[in-house]
Nanobody
Framework: VQLQASGGGLVHTGGSLRLSCAASGRTLSSYAMGWFRQAPGKERAFVASISWSGTMTRCADSVKGRFAISRDNAQNTVPLRMNSLKPEDTAVYYC?????????????????WGQGTLVTVSS
């Protein structure tokens, strides 16, 4: 599956953005999906994940209560809603697919990394 993240941009602290992950090549309904981010000079980090049906989700502690992951299998997209953004949220955001559709916890199983989208939060 080929993935493309979009929706990034420049926002002020406290602002909101909605990222989207679109897929081509295969339907996303066979996969658990995840969002990850990589800040300058840091390793890629987990942000959020969602099971194939959308009934199970998981978020990193750093974004709980501010970010929300969802999915629309009919549209083959996985949005990430980001509210109350902070400068430390600045990063390139990537979406990834896990071929185990219920597995939202095994970060190492996520792959099919596509091109990310840059989110910059100014203070």
């Amino acid at each position: 599956v080929q993935l493309q993240a979009s929706g990034g941009g420049l926002v002020h602290t406290g602002g909101s953005l909605r990222l989207s992950c679109a897929a081509s090549g295969r339907t996303l309904s066979s996969y658990a999906m995840g969002w990850f981010r990589q800040a300058p000079g840091k390793e890629r980090a987990f942000v959020a994940s969602i099971s194939w049906s959308g009934t199970m989700t998981r978020c990193a502690d750093s974004v709980k209560g501010r970010f929300a992951i969802s999915r629309d299998n009919a549209q083959n997209t996985v949005p990430l809603r980001m509210n109350s953004l902070k400068p430390e949220d600045t990063a390139v955001y990537y979406c990834a697919a896990n071929p185990h559709p219920y597995n939202i916890d095994s970060i190492a199983d996520f792959g099919s990394w596509g091109q990310g989208t840059l989110v910059t939060v100014s203070s």
